[in-house]
């Protein structure tokens, strides 16, 4: 039977730090940096991150010559460290082995037994003081005076008596021992007289200090377990060669095996022919009697080599400690010994390298310390070991230089010249500090020199003195020196003067410059020494960046005894300093805000940056995440603290976020600031008047269910509570309606989230009933994990008295692959195991909800829960009132009395962030959805607090058309009440997100004074009608724009509540902005408005790039002769909303009902929309939209009761050709001589970046621009109508806020994705935060085949509703839970074509196994003019979709029924 072959170690470097992982309860790996991996740590994160275990780790996830002696000698060094208690250095060279044959991994059995295990956990039962890392902390190793034999090893030879051995229980580490590996490759003449024996029992009692004694005899005693279990032997010093030589070389470490290879190599004739090589294994401490026991009597000259990077005496170490032994001690022939100075010897290099050392040895007088290669090291191998700051804290860096520019001077930069100061030295702020006092003096003596030479006859021409005269006026205005400093360069330039070439040297000096100097968190440990407090006091006007780089999620994992302090809090206790707490990825604008504020202040100033990363490759999204938790929950408020304003009547501080901590509130209370705050802003008072980090989620539970427990004190009947874990509502409904029924039949009801119950009132539960649904990858839901990991491993809980019964929600299909299939209901069939191992009595085996079923998941709980009321006895209770049916969306819709509700109430109570469940479907058809931020919902639970509700507004822009003015009054928007971005959507709008509940109004208002509206955005009604961008034509545009306008204004909604709860002034009067109408009626809605959402699209062929198939109405226009809009072909049931594996729910492309003229093209959208009014399904919503209806219809039955409700029939449609649905990015200009460009807006995000100030440019565009903008419904932005005398201008701007780079692959630029996390509520995984990511990954394969520049078009979507229109994508990925995606091939490059599933629930590293040979295929077997969607079809990879209908047979990867 053949077996797969054993790993093996291949370096030496594996093999000690594989010995090290194995040996040790804790690792510290030296690397450069935290990104650049040392010969060590990738071994050690391999080892960890497959969670190989430590032999002798305290923690269960401890983390971490020849080959053969590089893997032997790292054992004896852990080995003797456990044994002896002092730390042990371990050299070896890895060079020296490379070319080695690979060895087998360590026998455990044997490393066990020579580490001593018993010993190692004596040591770790110990009760260590201190935290210190250092080996030599003042304290002596000592040993107890008893003895304690050897551990036998497995497979010794049979007969071998083991010897004892001193007894080591291992202690404190004090001063090191050294021992070192080398390879000599030659046979071994060595007469091994240190026998065992010599470890003596020492028989007395107490402790006593370890000696040079001891460390041989442990050492010894190690080597002689190596040589009787696996034959191999080691002593203090080796000699190796020829036993009658009378030349030897001295050298340990690197470049043993060399030196002995090319020595065994020689030719007779050679000079170092017949010489030997000594080494030492243990160098400290130093055993002198043992090496003249290893050297042969005939060796007459020895030549030392060591390697001395610097050389701090005039003789190195080891040539005095052989000085020492072989001169001083008795017997030996030794005469000459001569010290070289060894530095790296090439291979090729090696015999010439010899030559010289004994040429040198044998010379009548040999030169002492002669060097031996090159001191410095391979060049090649010191490249990536340059001092750097890490890439990820560069942010703050280019905002400083994007903000100061030629006045940016930082003092402490790395790489700079300071003069042969050390670089550790010169990043500190004290030496920055001095280093900004020497540069202001020097500035003040440069103003004296301008002054002088103002008056200065030395100029050739007399322009100079004048400008320099207006510079020395205005030397202290910073802005007018400034303005006068390029003016005054260009004289002086232009005179030449010998004394204009003089000032010219110091041209950076005109300009006032902001001096920072930049550091870590590191300067918060000790504010003293680190030269903070010395800046601060000194009252200077310098400025410093401080950058703190701890996670949030390891906060409190800091060393206790170095406490890290507040530097900002310090600093504005000093009283002098200004400070300001910023976090780029959390407010981008803020950062420039208070470096700005920070460069203007007179004085010290302090700016505290967050940016936390665990390693310097993390993403930006892991960065933004730590980011916004640590600012959400007040661990990094965002502030700005100006002493000086109070002069000016302002405040002293200013916070620029939500939540505060503890310490910063106890300060501002102390001087009233808290007060004056809470009084600005009323909206935060809540939060600012909580302390931070309190532990206050148990005392919740607690409260929340005793009070409970005290409203079922008067009743009868059997207690039964019910714990339910629900994502998406449904379990959560089930444990309700449940919990009813049981009142009805007389029990004592409780239902609550797993999450608020106290685990430690389980055992006292008399019945209790868990529901759970599953999440990700048979996850529970996230309301039921911290219940499940509070139990799952608990064994001291004990429910023998408990009776209890589960009810699981899941759906059998949604991991189609049979290895995936125990994920099916998981949360409950784990939880049905464990309450049973706990001791709990089933009320009813556990039942299962399946989606599957003919009723979903209400099969099965109908068949489980008469289980329930049969085991507690109320079965056959009599007389049960009528349930009242669940409340339905029509339900809503009726009673809102046309959209009102109560919105305006909810808006109102200031307790809560959030509105009512009703209201939230109510305020969709106003425009904005209640959302909240995913990121943070574990954080803020653990905190007690409500997750962080905020509001995402929608705007209704039809065409997609928006002035300059508008542009700004949108980014006024965003900055004001949202979270400082925008983003441009696949229907062509403006989306503003985080925008909390107190700021909604006046969010409104501000859209609806920039002349727009937010009205039917969203909701059950006809949103926002979108229509193809056309840069080329403008002409055409104007026409074809203008019936989306007609459209949109046609199908609006009638009601004048939007005005009422948004629009009203301080007088309660309402502002008429969009019209005078005051009825409260809907003559084309009805009270119940639509069954669902409505979506109208213009397309402009030959560009499909607002897919036209995609939606409800879609309207395809016709040219006619004259070259004008003469009508168009009218598609009708497309839509995008599919439910994963409801294979009754399906994506759909438009039907053609016929062509219709442009002048009726509104009403012929309007009787589409009744026919769905009336006919569409109002009780299923998964099957409400159009395309159903049509479906059910039949296409021919639809068009009659529309052309019968019109009165009007139907033309035959017109002809017309699509040839792409991407945009086209850069410069065109239309018919008429204007100039439009088409800019790349990755995803629609409109945001400010330290690499890319997006929205700073676009705004600064926005203020000259005098032409409109153009949202594309492929979420990219046009700047429309550039006059050709504009043009110059615009390109320099575009260019320098990198606004004009559309140099991005094929791919990317038709890659598109929907928002999911963190605010979309049904997001199942990534979108928009991570396409980007993927599509980078996919880049390398795409060039390596030269096909950058090929369109392909990839969408994103986080669950399948279909936001990015994922299914008429070429290639499209749809969320399915976190980190998991369905995979979908197969669309038409037009969007006339639906997809197909090709592989379900894959992750990202099984589709880059899929993409990167099909991408390559495709380069090499495509068609001329063939797009990726026709391809995967043509070659058999995928089925054609030929209609929705469909859309789920024939798919490449066939779902299981198996379980």
Not at 558 to 584: E, F, Q, T
Request: with cysteine.
């Amino acid at each position: 039977m053949a077996t797969a072959a054993l790993p093996k170690i291949r370096t030496p470097e594996e093999a000690v730090a594989r010995i090290a992982y194995l040996a040790s309860d804790v690792i510290i790996s030296v690397q450069p940096a935290q990104a650049i991996e040392s010969e060590f740590s990738s071994h050690l994160h391999r080892y960890a991150g497959r969670k190989d275990r430590s032999l002798v780790a305290a923690a269960e996830d401890g983390v971490p010559e020849t080959l053969q002696e590089a893997q032997d000698i790292a054992l004896t060094a852990h080995a003797l460290a456990i044994k002896s208690g002092k730390g042990v250095i371990h050299f070896f060279d890895a060079g020296s082995s490379a070319q080695d044959n690979h060895i087998p991994f360590e026998n455990l059995e044997v490393v066990k037994a020579i580490l001593n295990l018993d010993a190692v956990k004596t040591f770790q039962s110990r009760k260590i003081g201190g935290t210190s890392i250092y080996a030599d902390d003042g304290r002596i190793a000592t040993i107890p005076e008893t003895s304690t034999p050897i551990q036998a090893l497995p497979g010794a030879m049979d007969g071998v008596e083991s010897t004892p051995v001193l007894s080591s229980e291992p202690l404190t580490p004090s001063k090191a021992s050294s021992v070192g590996s080398s390879k000599s490759g030659r046979e071994s003449s060595v007469d091994s007289k240190a026998s065992v024996s010599s470890a003596t029992t020492v028989e007395s009692s107490g402790v006593r200090p370890v000696t040079s004694d001891d460390i041989y005899n442990f050492v010894t005693a190690i080597w002689y377990q190596f040589k009787e279990g696996l034959g191999r032997e080691y002593t203090p010093f080796q000699y190796s060669g020829p036993a009658n030589a009378e030349d030897a070389l001295f050298i340990f470490g690197s470049d043993v095996g060399t030196f002995a290879q090319a020595i065994d190599a020689a030719k007779s004739s050679d000079i170092y022919a017949k010489s030997g090589v000594i080494t030492a294994r243990l160098y400290r401490p130093w055993l002198g009697s043992k090496l003249i026991e290893a050297i042969p009597k005939s060796i007459r000259r020895i030549a030392v080599l060591e390697q001395i990077r610097r050389k701090t005496t005039k003789w190195g170490p080891l040539l005095l400690d052989l000085l020492t032994t072989l001169k001083s001690g008795p017997g030996g022939g030794v005469e000459t010994i001569v010290g070289h100075q060894l530095g790296y010897i090439a291979p090729e290099t090696v015999r010439q390298a010899l030559r010289g050392v004994f040429q040198n040895l044998k010379s009548d007088k040999p030169i002492q310390n002669l060097e031996v290669g090159n001191p410095n090291g391979p060049t090649e191998s010191l490249g990536g070991y340059d001092l750097s700051q890490p890439k990820v804290e560069s942010a703050y860096m280019k905002i400083l230089d994007q903000i100061f520019g030629k006045r940016l001077y930082l003092a402490n930069a790395i790489g700079s010249q300071n003069a042969g100061i050390s670089t550790t030295v010169a990043s500190n702020p004290e030496f920055g500090f001095g280093s900004l006092l020497a540069r202001k003096e020097h500035r003040q003596r440069f103003v004296s020199e301008v002054q002088q030479a103002s008056t200065s006859n030395a100029f050739i021409t007399e322009a100079p003195k004048s400008w320099l005269s207006k510079w020395v006026a205005s030397v202290d205005d910073d802005k007018k020196s400034d303005q006068l400093a390029d003016d005054i360069i260009a004289r002086l330039e232009t005179d030449g003067s010998p004394l204009s070439r003089n000032l010219l040297s110091k041209k950076g000096l005109f300009r006032k410059e902001s001096p920072w100097l930049v550091g870590s968190d590191a300067w918060a440990f000790d504010l003293g020494n680190s030269g903070v407090h010395h800046v601060i006091a000194s009252g200077e006007n310098v400025n410093m960046l401080i950058i703190d780089s701890t996670p949030y999620s390891e906060r409190a994992a800091g060393d206790a005894a170095r406490r890290k302090k507040d530097i900002g809090l310090y600093a504005m206790n000093y009283g002098n300093a200004y400070v300001a707490s910023v976090a780029v990825y959390s407010s981008y604008t803020q950062v420039l805000q208070a470096m700005i504020e920070a460069d203007q202040f007179d004085g010290p100033s302090v700016v505290l940056a967050y940016l936390p990363y665990f390693k310097e490759t993390d993403s930006p999204l892991t960065v933004l995440q730590e980011t916004k938790k640590a600012v959400d929950l007040g661990y990094w408020p965002l502030y700005r603290w100006n002493p000086r304003n109070e002069e000016q009547g302002g405040p002293n501080f200013s916070l620029d976020s939500e939540r505060i901590k503890n310490e910063l509130r106890e300060f501002l209370a102390r001087d009233n600031h808290l007060t004056q705050l809470m009084k600005r802003h009323p909206e935060f008072s809540s939060n600012l008047s909580q302390d931070y980090g309190s532990e206050v989620r148990a005392l919740q539970k607690r409260k929340a269910k005793d009070a409970y427990a005290q409203l079922l004190e008067g009743m009868f009947g059997a207690p039964l509570t019910i714990l339910f874990a629900s994502d998406n509502g449904n379990a959560e409904s089930l444990a309700k309606r449940l919990g009813n029924r049981g009142k009805a039949r007389g029990l004592k009801t409780i239902a609550m989230a797993m999450e608020d119950y106290p685990l430690e009132d389980l055992p006292s539960e008399e019945n209790i009933v868990f529901l759970s649904s599953t999440a990700g990858q048979g996850e529970f839901p996230q309301n039921g994990r911290a219940f499940w990991d509070a139990i799952k491993d608990n064994t001291e809980l004990d429910l023998a008295s408990v009776n209890f019964s589960v009810f699981a929600l899941g759906d059998s299909h949604y991991w189609p692959r049979k290895e995936d299939k125990h994920y099916y209901n998981k949360p409950g069939k784990d939880l049905d195991r464990i309450l049973t191992n706990l001791g709990g009595k089933r009320l009813a085996e556990i039942g299962l909800g399946d989606d599957q079923d003919p009723d979903g998941f209400q099969t099965g709980y109908q068949n489980w829960e008469p289980l329930i009321w049969q085991a507690l006895g109320v079965d056959k209770v009599e007389g049960l009132p009528e349930e009242q049916p669940p409340i339905t969306n029509e339900d809503i819709k009726l009673a809102s009395n046309y959209l009102r509700g109560t919105i305006e109430e909810g808006l109102a109570d200031p307790s809560t962030g959030a509105i009512s469940a009703s209201d939230q479907q109510l305020t969709k058809f106003h425009g904005t959805y209640m959302q909240d931020d995913r990121d943070l919902r574990d954080e803020r639970k653990a905190q007690g607090l409500e997750p962080a509700y905020s509001f995402m507004i929608r705007c209704r822009l039809p065409g997609g058309v928006a002035t300059p003015k508008q542009w700004i009054q949108m980014d006024d928007v965003s900055n004001d009440f949202g979270n400082e971005t925008m983003k441009l959507t696949t229907r062509q709008t403006f989306q503003f997100h985080g925008v909390v509940k107190g700021k909604l109004k006046s969010a409104m208002r501000g859209i609806n004074k920039a002349l727009m509206t937010t009205i039917a955005a969203c909701g059950d009604v006809n949103r926002n009608v979108m229509c193809s961008s056309l840069p080329t034509a403008s002409k055409y545009h104007r026409d074809v724009y203008a019936c989306s306008q007609k459209i949109s204004d046609h199908l609006l909604p009638s009601t004048t509540a939007y005005h009422e709860i948004w629009l009203k002034d301080e007088n309660d009067k309402k502002i008429q902005i969009a019209g005078d109408a005051v009825q409260d009626f809907e003559p084309l809605y009805g009270p119940t408005y639509l069954p669902r959402k409505f979506k109208i699209t213009i397309a402009i062929p030959p560009h499909n790039d607002t897919d036209v198939y995609a939606h409800d109405i879609g309207l395809i226009a016709i040219k006619g002769k004259d070259g004008r809009l003469s009508g168009f072909n009218l598609l009708a049931g497309g839509g995008m909303g599919v439910t994963h594996n409801n294979k009754k729910t399906y994506p759909r492309t438009g039907s053609t009902l016929g062509y219709v003229s442009k002048d009726e093209v509104h009403i012929a959208c309007e009787k589409v929309m009744l026919v769905q009014r009336d006919h569409g399904d109002r009780k299923n919503r998964k099957h409400a939209r159009l395309k159903y209806t049509i479906d059910d219809m039949g296409v021919d039955v639809f068009r009659g009761k529309v052309e019968e409700l019109w009165g009007k029939k139907f033309e035959k449609a017109k002809p017309f050709k699509f040839q792409s649905n991407i945009d086209t990015f850069g410069w065109q200009k239309d018919e008429t001589g204007m100039n439009h460009f088409t800019f790349f807006i990755e995803n629609g995000r409109i945001e400010d970046t330290a690499e890319f100030p997006m929205k700073s440019g676009l705004r600064e565009i926005a203020k000259v621009h005098k032409g409109e903008f153009r949202l594309t419904g492929n979420q990219h932005l046009i700047l429309s109508n550039v006059a050709d005398e504009d043009m110059p201008a615009m390109k320099k701007m575009m260019a320098k806020y990198k606004l004009d780079n559309v140099e991005f692959s094929g791919l990317r630029l038709s890659s598109s994705a929907c928002v999911a996390f963190p605010t979309c509520g049904l997001a199942m995984a990534e979108s928009e935060r991570y396409l980007p990511e993927l599509i980078t990954k996919l880049e390398g394969v795409i060039e390596e085949n030269g096909m950058r520049q090929d369109s392909i078009v990839m969408r994103m979507t986080g669950c399948p509703n279909g936001c990015a229109r994922p299914w008429l994508a070429e290639v499209a990925f749809v969320g399915k839970a976190y980190g998991a995606y369905n995979m979908y091939l197969g669309g038409g490059y037009h969007g006339q074509r639906l997809n197909k599933l090709y592989r379900s629930s894959i992750k990202e590293d099984e589709i880059l196994e899929i993409m990167r040979p099909l991408l390559k295929r495709y380069s090499q077997e495509r068609k001329q003019g063939e797009h990726l969607g026709d391809f995967v079809i043509r070659i058999g990879m995928i089925k054609e979709t030929t209609e929705g209908k469909t859309f789920h047979d024939d798919v490449a990867e066939e779902e299981s029924d198996e379980e």
